[in-house]
């Protein structure tokens, strides 16, 4: 069973442009997740799709971030325009079952805004 | 402010030795708890989690975790450590058992001596 992926895996780009970072959850897994760690600091929780809702979003640090999951299958991360403090790891992970909570982690994106 | 922290940014030992990783949260309620950890190149793979129940959890690759009330406290320990358990090891808090969404502490950068 394959696992989270993501892609790419390293991204670098000029301040002002747009990145989109996407996630292929776990086949079944109706719970997706994005976290991202900016250098030095804790990974930091983002937002949470059940299937293509969007079911807290929380964490997302402000509206040049947009994320989508439709047909809730896959999901998509845009940066729009990027600056230089959105450099970072963008971790996405997918649970089924909500309720115990497990969680399966991707390699991550590493976003690399110069 | 309600956290998890990790006391040790980055420990080293020697291949044989034993192994602690202090992890220490401060939420009211027995929260959920896991450690993750991330091998360079890889993305974060579940070591162990508690739920409930006893309170020593035993996890993969030799690791095993207590959860200790008194103290808010769930150090990952194991008794002879590997030269591949060089890595990065993040503790998790789901603060509130249902719905709520990872914590993550600031992460314990591992290096092992030959």
């Known amino acids: 069973e394959a696992g989270v992926t993501q892609f790419p895996s390293h991204s670098v780009i000029e301040k002002g442009q747009t990145v989109t970072l996407r996630c292929d959850p776990i086949s079944g897994h109706d719970n997706l997740y994005w976290y991202r760690r900016v250098m030095g600091k804790e990974i930091k929780f983002l937002l949470h799709?059940?299937?293509?809702?969007?079911?807290?979003e929380s964490g997302m640090p402000n509206n040049r971030f947009l994320a989508e999951r439709t047909g809730g299958t896959y999901s998509t991360l845009k940066v729009q325009p990027a600056e230089l403090e959105d450099s970072g790891v963008y971790f996405c992970a997918s649970s089924q079952d909500r309720a115990k909570n497990i969680q399966y982690f991707g390699a991550g994106t590493r976003l690399s805004v110069l | 402010a309600q956290s998890v922290t990790q006391p040790d940014i980055h420990i080293t030992v020697s291949e044989g030795a034993s192994l602690e990783l202090r992890c220490n949260y401060s939420y009211g309620a027995t929260p959920y708890l896991f450690w993750y950890v991330q091998s360079p190149g890889q993305g974060l793979q579940l070591l162990l989690k508690y739920f409930s129940g006893d309170t020593l959890v035993q996890g993969i690759k030799g690791f095993e975790a207590e959860f200790k009330r008194s103290q808010s406290s769930f150090n990952l320990r194991k008794p002879s450590v590997h030269w591949s358990d060089a890595a990065e090891y993040f503790c998790a808090v789901v603060p509130d058992n249902y719905g709520q969404n990872f914590v993550f502490g600031p992460g314990t950068r591992l290096s092992v001596l030959p």
């Open positions: 799709f059940v299937k293509e809702s969007k079911q807290d």
